[in-house]
């Protein structure tokens, strides 16, 4: 079983698998932290100085004034704020997904297929190199 573990383990594909999963979650935090201290910021000066982590609906009936008093209170809250920032953090990383997918395909473009090196022969059905004017195998005379 120990073997068998370690055959998979070391395959290409789950190596490369892990490798993925790691850089994907330091590279989320990283695009996190743009959305949160370097995107949001300015939106929420343009938008009258808000700031959209902090925005939310107090749905329990307590008196609070801000998020982190709701939540040190044990209110119950819809944090809308966080959930916008929670999108964009998404679509961010969706469109770097996709720049860096357009990009390893560019890469990675086929190669065109090869020129054929024969054809058949009309005759009797037998491949012949695609400059035969006369066919080996039943001795017809090839259309140009």
Same mark, same amino acid.
């Given at each position: ?17 892990? &490798?993925?999963?790691?850089?994907? &979650? ?31 609906? #107090?749905?329990?009936?307590? /008196? ?14 819809? #944090?809308?704020?966080?959930?916008? #920032? ?27 297929? /090869? ?6 022969? /009309? ?12 066919? /080996? #195998? ?7």
């Amino acid at each position: 079983m120990w073997k068998d573990f370690k055959k998979f383990a070391m395959r290409g594909n789950v190596v490369d698998m892990a &490798v993925g999963i790691i850089i994907g &979650v330091a590279f989320g935090k990283i695009i996190t932290s743009l959305v949160s201290d370097i995107i949001m910021p300015p939106i929420g000066l343009v938008l009258g100085r808000v700031d959209f982590s902090s925005l939310f609906l #107090n749905i329990s009936g307590k /008196p609070v004034h801000s998020l982190a008093e709701a939540k040190a209170a044990g209110a119950a809250t819809i #944090n809308y704020g966080i959930f916008i #920032n929670n999108i964009l953090d998404f679509i961010i990383v969706a469109f770097a997904v996709f720049l860096l997918i357009r990009i390893v395909n560019r890469w990675n473009k086929p190669e065109p297929a /090869p020129a054929p090196s024969t054809k058949e022969c /009309p005759y009797c059905a037998s491949q012949i190199p695609i400059k035969a004017t006369r066919c /080996p #195998n039943c001795t017809s005379e090839l259309p140009a």
